[in-house]
Nanobody
Framework: QLEDSGGGLVQAGASLRLSCAAS????????IGWFRQAPGKEREFVGF????????NFADSVKDRFTISRDNDKNTDYLQMNRLKTEDKDIYYC????????????????WGQGTQVTVSS
């Protein structure tokens, strides 16, 4: 199971850190992805971090502003979002896939319940 948290209301230009806590003891074997979704739209890839934490991959729209890290001792992953823009407003979901990360949401096995991020101008 995954539990994502940390969403909230911030002003444009601010930072926010989302957390993804896993109950699975084999968390370190999973790549963790982040996606976001607006009402009525498809889920959009944000980024992922590989199981070893060596490699990360981000969507072009966020790669200069967002970072992902993980603490395998705490079974927790973090999405650090800097210089937030109004268009970053969405529900953010963390997700897990065994071993290799992907930008395709269909390839992930486990999902958090989502956390709302709202960015005001």
């Amino acid at each position: 199971q995954l539990e994502d948290s940390g969403g909230g209301l911030v002003q444009a230009g601010a930072s926010l850190r989302l957390s993804c806590a896993a109950s699975e003891r084999t968390f370190s074997s999973y790549s963790i992805g982040w996606f976001r979704q607006a009402p009525g739209k498809e889920r959009e890839f944000v980024g992922f971090i590989g199981w070893s934490a060596i490699n990360t991959n981000f969507a072009d729209s966020v790669k200069d502003r967002f970072t992902i890290s993980r603490d395998n001792d705490k079974n927790t992953d973090y999405l650090q979002m800097n210089r937030l823009k109004t268009e970053d407003k969405d529900i953010y979901y963390c997700t897990a896939r065994y071993y290799r990360g992907s930008s395709d949401p269909e390839e992930y096995n486990y999902w958090g319940q989502g956390t709302q991020v709202t960015v005001s101008s």
